[in-house]
């Protein structure tokens, strides 16, 4: 196995995508990255030096909406699934030091 | 001690003046009740998808223009990811690898000597939320209706040496913006923010230092101690023998100190990607001309044109023209009034004044210019005098009112009739022998107080030149 | 016959007529439901009844008063449960999601509702769409109707295992990598992914956005299509959608493919497959080779190279997709927690998935300081390269012709154990996400064991109608397929 994936990997992409993973899930998740990315390293027997990163599929462009208002008040929709609310807005644990 | 060098460049953020919100048809107004600017677009919800408000792309490649930038044929959105609850995706749709705007620049001009601030480049995103702090619950609280107001994010160069450098760099963005009318650039109501990235280095050396990013300076003045304050810890960190780290530093203009924002949690590693849900933005030339044609005369040619047609004096059509909201006025009352030197010192001096007192921006004067120029027509026809003027004028900029018809209606107007003032002059002098005698004996400052005198006697409305030539006159 | 064995497009026909009655086929569909979805597991909402007779008494009434007269009004469908219903709880088959009630619909469903289809539940899928089996999803697996120790496919299977069981007539199903098509195959029923931006993506809660599209699973070829004309649309609300010159999807269905240039990529039937499959896809290229189309075989090269690219596209584009699910706007959000961050990730580790996670874990590990050129511009690079060749495909063949999968469909358990293997056997639908092409897959056959073999045509982006032609020729000619033993139990 080429790729090796250390702890300290994990744990940075843990923060990253904010999981946080019990030691057991750590450690497949270790081994299941390092084998998807040698999978993944089969790429690097082709040659795409001469290809442009294609983002989109079609030459589609300029995409737009005018700038007129077309919501109204939408706080009702808005918060209707939020997990907790207050006065109309989203509560969540403390950002302010 | 080691002469030590400031290097700063600076993010500005400009929130643009778009009536609605950079990927949905959400009001940008300011104001509303929490949440109410919202729809499952800016709030993040499943399923929804961005779509490109036109205008903010027309504002970036103006001002892209204006800051003397070229501008990309072809731009692209990218995602930027980081966790914050007042980013409802989680994601902040920005431009990375392809800004519409690059390599521009603008002059400055400090203490008489120009320079050329480099623009790195101009880039398209979304605002955040707002979090406020629920003291009961110490929790916060989310509100995103600011969430998906359309930025630009304008990089400068590090290009600048100094605070003065760095305020005439800011005031320059800021009166281009607003002629454009791209932006009101209100750094007290965050619609401008300046992120400043500062190294220093011993005076000489070729190299850069490490630098730091500060954030959260609501005013020139807190940008002008930030620097100050910045600079300092930073060459005590050198002379100490410490290292400068690379990090970003949140201001506390109370405190006057900066503080590292570094959390175990924040990786600063934002994975930018291209928006897959945003197709390219493609700019022709034609479009491009079209954008140029609609460009406003600017500060300097305006400055210019003040002076050449007017007759101003420099530092007046720099004042007047620093706001394009005083220039609007000028032009228009000067346009109906025809006299370009009073309506210059009522901007001058009046409006400064009133300004000041209420620390207003200038860009929210909202009186009718068409006031200011009757107010001056009365003047000038000799119906009211200047003291009146002046107080009628504070009802003008504060409550717009028609000056004619205040004049009328609250008996205003400058008492002509020189029946009327010979006695009351003479009254005058009866009632006050003591400055009488100072003025026979040599103290013709006197004269001045017999004057206000004779106004306070008329309720200021006598025509103050003629009440001195009956004074002199009886007085001889 | 039973009302369930009929197509959409003939019980369209029967209501139409008044032969039927709406509320008679939602009655009988959720009749149906009930009856077999306790062992099937197809869905993870079932409507309100109701709610449901109450929308088919209207439609009724549209219906009689001629105010709608399109060929799927009063039709029951379901839906699958990634894509938003207003008011229906819609989960993505996750548990961080398990409450979520959105307040508004996808385009997709919108449209099946103006053209007034009913709407009778809510299909179960891999969580997030991320599998090929449908046993990812926080609700259980599905059962395949054809034997119930088999998956049905993913990640649209209980969309796919709902129609070929005689739940309902036909269902929505997205596909981002081959979830739409690999299910129908394993399921022996009809379903297509149009090219990208043909339906609106709009409320389908996004897994791969650059790749995911939404499209029909039914009973036949002209099901297909009539449902694909149905919930195709411009939507000036997907900035990814595209205005079509074509949208008549049905004026394809004609029985005719004199001349049509039809290629079988070699690496399609070479190692991995098994031998069944490949004699049912040769004999159904010689099936329209015997009606005048010019079958030959060539290589398309670069389709060892579309698996891992499509997986580090897939997963990089997921991993910023999911990162809104964090308990502060809707959904899940973890018991006890003391301060942001914790929250987020209690969140998110509870609320997620172990291939999820997996998929996020990576998608974020690619995107990271230091790898994003090496692996994610690496992956936009091969798919620049596979869209060119497969546009110098096109320029020799009108439609590629292969299977959908190397086998029929495996055991339940059997794939989750080796994530790796089950990507592997994705590669030949995966290729077409990444060039955003149309491609059906349509039964064509089975195996000793009698599990259905799916056919898979493909064509140029916007040959949509090519693709709708070729099958519905090849279907013409079909023998009669089998009915799966739960729908060969009506009668």
Known sequence: MANVIDDETIDYVGILAKLELSDEEKEQAKADMARMLDYVDTLNALDTASAEPMTHIYPINNVFREDVVVNSDGSEESLANAPKAKENQYVVPKTFA | ?476 | MSLLSLTAVELGKKIKSHEVSVAAAATAVMDSIEKKDAELNCFITKLDRDAVLKRAEEVQKAIDAGELTGPLAGVPVAIKDNMNTKGVLTTAASKILGNFVPTFSSEAVVNLEKAGCIIVGKTNMDEFAMGSTTETSHFGATKNPWDTNKVPGGSSGGSAAAVAAGEVPFALGSDTGGSIRQPSGYCGVTGMKPTYGTVSRYGLIAYGSSLDQIGPIAKDVTDVATILETIASHDPKDSTSVKREDYDFTSALVDDVKGMKIGIPRDYLGEGIEPEVKDAILAAAKKLEAKGAIVEEFDLSLVEYAIPAYYLIACAEASSNLERFDGVKYGYRTESYEELHQMYKKTRSEGFGAEVKRRIMLGSFILSSGYYDAYYLKALRTKAMIKKAFDEAFAKYDVILGPVAPTTAPELGSSLSDPLKMYLSDIYTISVNLAGLPGICLPCGYDNAGMPIGLQLIANNFDDKKVIRAAYSFEQSREETRESQYLASED
């Open chain 2, 1 to 476: 001690m080691k002469q030590y060098e400031t290097v700063i460049g600076l993010e500005v953020h400009v929130e643009l003046a778009t009536k609605t919100k950079i990927f949905c048809g959400c009001s940008t107004a300011f104001g509303g009740a929490p949440n109410t600017h919202t729809c499952p677009v800016c709030t993040g919800m499943p399923g929804s998808l961005p779509v490109l408000n036109k205008q903010v792309v027309e504002y970036a490649m103006a001002v892209g223009l204006a800051t003397n930038c070229d501008i990309a044929r072809e731009c692209k959105f990218d995602r930027k990811n980081y966790f914050y609850p007042d980013n409802p995706q989680n994601y902040q749709i920005s431009q990375l690898y392809k800004p519409i705007c690059t390599n521009g620049h603008v002059e400055i001009e400090v203490n008489g000597n120009k320079k050329q601030i480099g623009i790195h480049e101009i880039h398209m995103e979304e605002d955040a939320g707002k979090l406020v702090h629920d003291p009961w619950e110490d929790a916060s609280l989310v509100d995103y209706n600011r969430s998906g107001v359309p930025l630009i994010e304008i990089v400068s160069e590090p290009d600048m040496r100094s605070s003065e450098e760095v305020i005439a760099y800011l005031e320059k963005l800021r009166t281009t913006i607003q002629y454009l009318g791209a932006s009101d650039c209100k750094l007290q109501e965050g619609s401008m923010r300046a992120d400043v990235n500062l190294s220093v280095r011993e005076v000489g050396s070729s190299e850069f230092g490490t630098r730091t990013e500060m954030k959260n300076m609501s005013s020139f003045k807190a940008i002008a101690r930030a620097i100050a304050g910045e600079r300092a810890r930073q060459i005590e960190r050198l002379e100490d023998g410490l290292p400068v780290i690379q990090e970003t530093r949140r201001w506390d203009d109370n405190k006057e100190a900066s503080f590292a924002m570094r959390s175990k949690e924040d990786a600063q590693d934002y994975r930018y990607f291209p928006e897959p849900d945003l197709p390219p933005i493609v700019i022709s030339d034609e479009w491009i001309d079209n954008v140029k044609a609609k460009e406003p005369e600017f500060k300097d040619a305006k400055m210019a044109r003040y002076q050449a047609d007017f007759g101003l004096p420099a530092y007046d059509a720099d004042i007047i023209t620093s706001s394009k909201k005083m220039a609007d006025i000028f032009e228009a009352a000067t346009a109906i009034c025809g006299d370009a030197k009073k309506v210059s010192n009522f901007l001058m001096v009046d409006t400064m004044r009133l300004l000041k007192d209420a620390e207003m921006d200038p860009e929210d004067m909202s009186f009718d210019p068409e006031n200011l120029a009757k107010l001056i027509k009365l003047v000038v026809a000799g119906a009211i005098n200047s003291s009146v003027a002046s107080e009628v004028y504070e009802h003008v900029f504060k409550e717009n009112i028609d000056p004619e018809k205040y004049v009328e209606e609250h008996g205003l107007k400058q008492v002509n009739d020189e029946g009327a003032l010979r006695s009351t002059v003479e009254q005058v002098i009866a009632e006050n022998p003591q400055s009488v005698e100072d003025y026979k004996n040599g103290k013709t400052k006197a004269i001045g107080f017999l004057v206000g005198q004779t106004m306070k006697a008329m309720k200021g409305k006598a025509n103050p030149g003629m009440v001195n030539e009956i004074l002199q006159e009886l007085l001889k």
